[in-house]
């Protein structure tokens, strides 16, 4: 008995050392310690033995269970080490090597546009105010000035929705009616940006959706001579100190009077080129002192209050600025474009 537990011990050490893997492992440990195995057959047998050879078998079986358990955890660990030896040199990093660039993202070209007029307008004293794209009739028309059926309508081809009386704002003006109503009897000083929408022939110069920015201010005192200094001063700040103004006579149903401000032309500086059409100016807003009846529409009394309005777009300056060509570039994502503006 003694001769095969020695033999058991000898042939379960040898098949150790063979193993080379957690699986094979695993079925080691079954065969040779296992309920199973040999060496727990001998173990239980020991209580037929004759009483003298009962304590040597028992304690000699007990010893050869301890050394291959023994032996076993060792392996265990040799496994581990080899394991970690491997993984670390199959997953080593060169950390010599030079790091892929991230690509990062960038504000659109129209965000950015805005944000310089938010800063500038910011520095006048204006506040930023924010209206819904999906407007009311009323609100974009009526309360303009442009009852149903009046002609000026038509200088604003409409979206219009399913819903009757509902459609996308053609222009950031109905704005004025809704800050002047909420807060009606204050002092305003606000712009107020956003998406427009038109109905138009798509073209290099107009697209259907783009930007504007109306500015408002209303008090007791605001005059003809406010709004050009507001203008003047966002041209210079916006296009360079040098530029000259000009307001020429204009109609909206909305201003009384209206007037179109232009400044020398950035490119050509006034003597005249291809952007200015050889007039020498650039067109940058439409504006004027707001209606009386628009005042009192906003719940303003035109004889102890007056104000100026002014819109303008955010694409067509931008694309003077930097000599882009077709205003189609801004919403048609080629990445080629929009990575032009850093
Ligand atoms: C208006 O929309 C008036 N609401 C402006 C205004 C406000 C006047 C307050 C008086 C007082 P107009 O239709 O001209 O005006 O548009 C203003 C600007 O929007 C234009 O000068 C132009 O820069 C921009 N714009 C108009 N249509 C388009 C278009 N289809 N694509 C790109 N920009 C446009």
Known sequence: MLDRLRELQEQALRELEQVTDKQALDQWR?????????????????????????????????????????????????????????????????????????????????????????????????QVYTAPEVETDELNFGLLNMPPHHPARDMWDTFYTTRPGVLLRTHTS????????????????????????????ITAR?????????????????????LKGTMAEYARRAFGAERKMRFRGSYFPFTEPSVEVDMDCIICGGAGCRVCKYTGWLEIAGAGMVHPQVLRNGGYDPSVYSGFA?????????????????????????????????
Do not use: W
């Open 30 to 126: 079954v065969t040779h310690l296992g309920k199973k195995s040999a060496l727990n057959q001998v173990l239980r047998s020991v209580g037929q033995l004759p009483k003298e050879e009962r304590p040597i078998v028992g304690q000699r079986g007990n010893e050869v269970k301890l050394a291959l358990e023994a032996a076993y955890e060792q392996r265990v660990q040799v496994l581990k080490a080899q394991e970690m030896a491997r993984a670390l040199a199959e997953e080593s990093v060169d950390v010599t090597l030079p790091g892929r660039p991230v690509s990062l993202g960038r504000l659109h070209p129209s965000t950015q546009a805005l944000r310089e007029i938010y800063a500038i307008f910011a520095a006048m004293g204006f």
């Open 174 to 201: 109905p704005g004025q009616i809704r800050v002047m109503r909420e807060r009606c009897p204050e002092p305003i000083r606000v712009i107020l940006p956003g998406k427009c929408y038109r109905y138009e022939q």
């Open 206 to 226: 107009s697209e259907h959706q783009f930007y504007q920015v109306e500015g408002l201010a209303v008090g007791r005192h605001i005059t003809l001579t406010d």
């Open 310 to 342: 002014f819109g303008m777009g955010v694409e067509r300056p931008m694309m003077l600025k930097h000599n882009i060509d077709d205003i189609r570039y801004f919403y048609s994502n080629d990445i080629r474009f929009l990575q032009q503006f850093g």
